[in-house]
């Protein structure tokens, strides 16, 4: 008989969710949580802004320097870059700079909003082909610093999905709300993702996914609505950076969701969505192989697309209607 458990705790700058359908005992699925959260926060440790003895805030007090990596930074930075090739530069891992001068310089977890951290505020922004990714080395340009953003998340969130054992039939793992999941749940019918609705921040609507055999497949939302506040000059800010301007991003669209194969290309496409705008961001995000969206603008409407060739159903419905 299929189970259902889940855990949830702090991680990675949110609340991390990890759910598992299994036929196993208990301590089996508690073991196997057990190597979830390790590589959860093992990542955390070793790539987060927040953390100043972190591989990543470590690189880039080196600007400018030739410098050893570990395997698992070459292949996020790799990921970096094809991002950004895959945006065309909307996503840009060098945007920390601007996004610490508009007002993102310390965490949103609670408890660690008053900690130090490195200032990075009156570096350059450079194009992210100014990255240089040897085989055990990298280099950044003098006066420049990464941040990896939502490619990081999305990165470890198809991390953690690509070696489930046999013996978890479902699995749903939301990474501060990018979701990735596969499998099927205790009834063995296709996960169901809610979304926030820009009008009722606090009222979710359905989104149905069915992909073809129970694929694994990534449910990515990404808007001004969370990351945001008003700086030292009393200037309302978000941490959707448009690199064109280096500034929050002014256009119509307050959220954007965006459905996936995988959880970076989800991420990352969602949130160059947002800068992109209501106008020509369906075509956008369909010319990059997304599958189903919903793009919700700062006046309530709404562009809802999805190609039910590939067999996805796409179920809008206001649940507090």
């Given at each position: 008989?299929?189970?259902?458990?889940?855990?949830?705790?702090?991680?990675?700058?949110?609340?991390?969710?990890?759910?598992?359908?299994?036929?196993?005992?208990?301590?089996?699925?508690?073991?196997?949580?057990?190597?979830?959260?390790?590589?959860?926060?093992?990542?955390?440790?070793?790539?987060?802004?927040?953390?100043?003895?972190?591989?990543?805030?470590?690189?880039?007090?080196?600007?400018?320097?030739?410098?050893?990596?570990?395997?698992?930074?070459?292949?996020?930075?790799?990921?970096?870059?094809?991002?950004?090739?895959?945006?065309?530069?909307?996503?840009?891992?060098?945007?920390?700079?601007?996004?610490?001068?508009?007002?993102?310089?310390?965490?949103?977890?609670?408890?660690?909003?008053?900690?130090?951290?490195?200032?990075?505020?009156?570096?350059?922004?450079?194009?992210?082909?100014?990255?240089?990714?040897?085989?055990?080395?990298?280099?950044?340009?003098?006066?420049?610093?990464?941040?990896?953003?939502?490619?990081?998340?999305?990165?470890?969130?198809?991390?953690?999905?690509?070696?489930?054992?046999?013996?978890?039939?479902?699995?749903?793992?939301?990474?501060?709300?990018?979701?990735?999941?596969?499998?099927?749940?205790?009834?063995?019918?296709?996960?169901?993702?809610?979304?926030?609705?820009?009008i009722n921040l606090e009222g979710q609507r359905p989104f149905v996914?069915?992909?073809?055999?129970?694929?694994?497949?990534?449910?990515?939302?990404?808007?001004?609505?969370?990351?945001?506040?008003?700086?030292?000059?009393?200037?309302?800010?978000?941490?959707?950076?448009?690199?064109?301007?280096?500034?929050?991003?002014?256009?119509?669209?307050?959220?954007?969701?965006?459905?996936?194969?995988?959880?970076?290309?989800?991420?990352?496409?969602?949130?160059?969505?947002?800068?992109?705008?209501?106008?020509?961001?369906?075509?956008?995000l369909e010319k990059r192989g997304v599958q189903a969206g919903l793009?919700?603008?700062?006046?309530?409407?709404?562009?809802?697309?999805?190609?039910?060739?590939?067999?996805?159903?796409?179920?809008?419905?206001?649940?507090?209607?």
């Amino acid at each position: 008989m299929l189970s259902q458990y889940h855990q949830t705790k702090k991680a990675v700058g949110s609340d991390v969710t990890l759910v598992l359908v299994a036929d196993e005992t208990e301590t089996r699925v508690d073991d196997f949580f057990n190597e979830l959260w390790s590589q959860i926060y093992k990542f955390e440790r070793r790539f987060s802004r927040f953390i100043p003895a972190s591989e990543l805030s470590l690189f880039n007090r080196s600007g400018g320097k030739q410098t050893a990596i570990s395997p698992s930074f070459r292949k996020l930075l790799l990921a970096s870059k094809s991002m950004s090739e895959l945006t065309n530069g909307l996503y840009n891992p060098f945007i920390l700079p601007a996004l610490q001068r508009a007002g993102y310089t310390h965490s949103f977890l609670p408890g660690h909003e008053d900690e130090t951290h490195d200032d990075y505020s009156n570096r350059n922004v450079v194009l992210a082909d100014q990255l240089e990714v040897g085989d055990d080395w990298a280099k950044i340009p003098f006066n420049t610093s990464l941040d990896m953003g939502g490619c990081g998340k999305g990165y470890l969130a198809d991390q953690l999905a690509s070696d489930i054992p046999d013996f978890i039939k479902g699995f749903w793992f939301s990474l501060g709300g990018d979701i990735i999941a596969g499998g099927h749940n205790e009834l063995n019918k296709p996960w169901t993702v809610h979304i926030a609705d820009t009008i009722n921040l606090e009222g979710q609507r359905p989104f149905v996914f069915q992909p073809n055999n129970f694929d694994t497949f990534a449910v990515a939302t990404s808007g001004t609505t969370i990351r945001r506040g008003v700086n030292a000059k009393n200037t309302k800010w978000h941490h959707i950076i448009d690199p064109r301007t280096q500034q929050p991003s002014t256009s119509d669209l307050r959220l954007a969701s965006v459905y996936s194969k995988n959880a970076i290309n989800a991420d990352v496409l969602a949130s160059s969505a947002i800068i992109v705008g209501s106008s020509d961001a369906k075509e956008f995000l369909e010319k990059r192989g997304v599958q189903a969206g919903l793009l919700q603008q700062t006046s309530g409407k709404e562009i809802a697309f999805g190609n039910t060739l590939q067999s996805i159903v796409l179920k809008k419905e206001r649940s507090h209607s």
